[in-house]
């Protein structure tokens, strides 16, 4: 059974970062792409990132370009999403998701979520 956890949520002033992670567990590390959606109250979901099995191919959203980095550390079954100058707009839950194929910003193409993490900055 895929499990995944985020972590790293808060409240952060604009301007400021966060570090967002999600373990995994249920299955070898690098077996799955990893995305990083978001949803803000009476919004749809949408793609913010995403990282391939090997984490030599990443994706953004034009949104977070320049602002947002994601890695992942595949011996620890963990992706992480660095997020710099944070904008109020940003302000969401956070969610992370796996899919057993090459990356894509296309939220219904992912098989497993995690729980999110609420993500709120002032302004």
């Known amino acids: 059974q895929v499990q995944l956890v985020e972590s790293g949520g808060g409240l952060v002033q604009a301007g400021g970062s966060l570090r967002l992670s999600c373990a995994a567990s249920?299955?070898?590390?690098?077996?799955?792409?990893v995305g990083w959606f978001r949803q803000a109250p009476g919004k749809e979901r949408e793609f913010v990132a995403a990282?391939?099995?090997?984490?030599?191919?990443?994706s953004y959203a034009d949104s977070v370009k320049g602002r947002f980095t994601m890695s992942r550390d595949n011996a620890k079954k963990t992706v992480y999403l660095q997020m710099n100058s944070l904008k109020p707009e940003d302000t969401a839950v956070y969610y992370c998701a796996a899919r057993r194929a090459v990356i894509d910003s296309v939220y219904t193409k992912y098989d497993y979520w995690g729980q999110g993490t609420q993500v709120t900055v002032s302004s």
């Open positions: 990282i391939s099995r090997s984490g030599s191919s990443t």
């Open positions: 249920g299955y070898t590390g690098s077996a799955y792409a």
